[in-house]
């Protein structure tokens, strides 16, 4: 899954959207520890980066080396790769030296539908204190601009479709249909996820970075098909308003926090 991503590391640290400060205080203001906090799929960091101000020290973790790489640097930040065979055992000592019941939040920005559930979830368990742990996973999907574009989107995104993983589906369900075992806290429950929006003024090279970071549109273009072809660039260009128009764009978020 690893190979996934790699390819994109750069464009995703220029062309994804930002996730609001707000989320991290919330999130925060569930935990009434805030020694540790494991971000899990951490990719470029960002989310890390943004807990990093409410907690005395951040885990990312990931398993793509040319995410890290591209990774934000903070004080109370610390990256790990973790390769897909290393044990839960291994990774208890790695995140938490072997303490089981310490991390006060685990976080998974846009990626946990990619992840082997039941062990993802088991190994949380462990980690997670039993008094006070939060574990949160949120991703986003669809972008909202203007009635054609969206339309425009909608059809570029059924291209796509036979070139997605099928774990995938749980992100462009909204999560709604995502296994989460764990008690609601307010935030999203299992099969009702919290609805959230992201806001962002993106320029259109910025859009054209974004959707060729695209997990889909990296494997078509391995098979030898071209989603991104010089006659749908400018079609997108057309509904867009031009290629120097800059434009606020909303992300359609979702979000589940839980304690054990």
């Known amino acids: 899954m690893a190979g996934l991503f790699d390819k994109q590391a750069e464009v995703y640290l220029d062309a994804r959207p930002t996730y609001p400060k707000e989320w991290y205080s919330k999130l925060a203001g569930l935990t009434p520890q ?32 040319a995410q890290l790489k591209h990774a934000g640097q903070d004080p109370r930040v610390r990256y790990i790769h973790t390769p897909t065979l290393v044990s839960d055992d291994e990774m208890v000592n ?31 368990k462990r980690l997670l204190r039993k008094q006070g742990g939060v574990i949160a996973v949120w991703g986003y999907n669809q972008m ?57 003024e993106m320029s259109f090279p910025g859009l054209v970075r974004l ?28 509904v867009w308003g031009g290629a120097d128009l800059v434009r606020s764009v909303t992300y359609k978020a979702f979000m589940l926090a839980g304690k054990i």
């Open 34 to 65: 805030h020694s540790l906090a494991w971000d899990v799929g951490t990719g470029n960091g960002q989310a890390a980066l943004g807990l990093s101000e409410h907690y005395e020290q951040v885990i990312g973790t990931d398993i793509s080396e």
């Open 94 to 124: 790695l995140i938490a030296g072997g303490h089981e019941n310490s991390v006060d939040l685990v976080t998974v920005a846009e990626a946990v539908h990619w992840f082997d559930l039941p062990q993802f979830y088991s190994l949380a």
């Open 144 to 200: 909202a601009v203007s009635p054609d574009f969206d339309l425009l989107m909608k059809r570029f995104h059924e291209k796509t479709q036979p070139f997605w993983d099928p774990k995938s589906s749980y992100l462009w369900e909204s999560y709604k249909t995502l296994p989460f075992p764990f008690e609601s806290v307010g935030l999203g429950r299992e099969g009702e996820p919290m609805t959230l929006e992201i806001r962002k």
């Open 211 to 238: 959707l060729r970071s695209y997990s889909a549109v990296t494997t078509a273009k391995d098979q030898g098909v071209d989603l991104l072809s010089q006659e749908m660039i400018k079609e997108i260009q057309e």
